[in-house]
């Protein structure tokens, strides 16, 4: 079945910096690839995704890239601010079936 | 996006009882629900997939007569936890799938078993 590694557990960055938190994935069948952050003791909300058909999506400060060869995906947030701080959590999966999900990265902000 | 609610948001029992958590869809019709066990400081684990009219899908390792899931309509999946022990105590999480596979989250239930 699929495996989602994700690095690093946790990050600290000041504020204005990029962050960028890195997955990989072992099925290559999977092609669904979404982000979720989690604030503590708050549900999962989902940030960004990409599908296997495109290497890079962006939205605002937020953006996502795929190389499908590689099978690894990353998550890049630039100019960072303190209300980003919180879980991140990827994930992947094929369509249709369940998401796996890698273990989450601590993002703190340092303002 | 779309809006999953779940209810309750928390619940104290005592040892031996059961209880019930509801995961809804408000604006969409969900086939498929997912039910999630999130431990502090951890990744969410996936326990079981409910499919709409279905039987659930149980993850290795959990047990169905443990943990019963009902499925009865496109908007509502029901999770019980029978003969709650304190080692069930957790934060328990529903999500919904949308039909173009975009999966979001209830807010959660956080179980506490005395």
């Known amino acids: 079945g699929e495996n989602v590694e994700q690095h690093p557990s946790t990050l600290s960055v000041q504020e204005g910096d990029s962050a960028v938190i890195k997955c990989t994935y072992s099925d290559s069948a999977s092609n669904y690839f979404p982000w979720y952050k989690q604030e503590l003791g708050k549900r999962p909300q989902l940030i960004i995704d990409?599908?296997?058909?495109?290497g890079e999506k962006k939205d605002q400060r937020i953006a996502v890239t795929l190389n499908k060869t590689a099978k690894h995906f990353s998550l890049h947030i630039t100019e960072t601010q303190p209300e980003d701080s919180a879980v991140y959590f990827c994930a992947a999966s094929e369509y249709g079936n369940k998401l796996v999900f890698g273990a989450g990265t601590i993002l703190r902000v340092k303002s | 996006g779309a809006v999953v609610s779940q209810h309750p948001s928390w619940v104290i029992c005592k040892s031996g009882t059961s209880v019930k958590i509801e995961c809804r869809s408000l604006d969409f019709q969900a086939t498929t629900m997912f039910w999630y066990r999130q431990f502090p400081k951890q990744s969410l684990m996936l326990m079981a997939t409910s499919n709409e009219g279905s039987k659930a899908t149980y993850e290795q390792g959990v047990e169905k007569d443990k943990f019963l899931i009902n499925h009865a309509s496109l908007t509502l999946s029901t999770l019980t936890v029978t003969s709650a022990h304190p080692e069930d105590s957790s934060f328990y999480i529903c999500?919904?799938?949308?039909?173009?596979?975009?999966?979001?989250f209830g807010p959660g239930t956080r179980l506490l078993v005395l």
């Open positions: 999500s919904a799938r949308e039909p173009q596979e975009t999966q979001y």
């Open positions: 990409i599908r296997s058909n495109v």
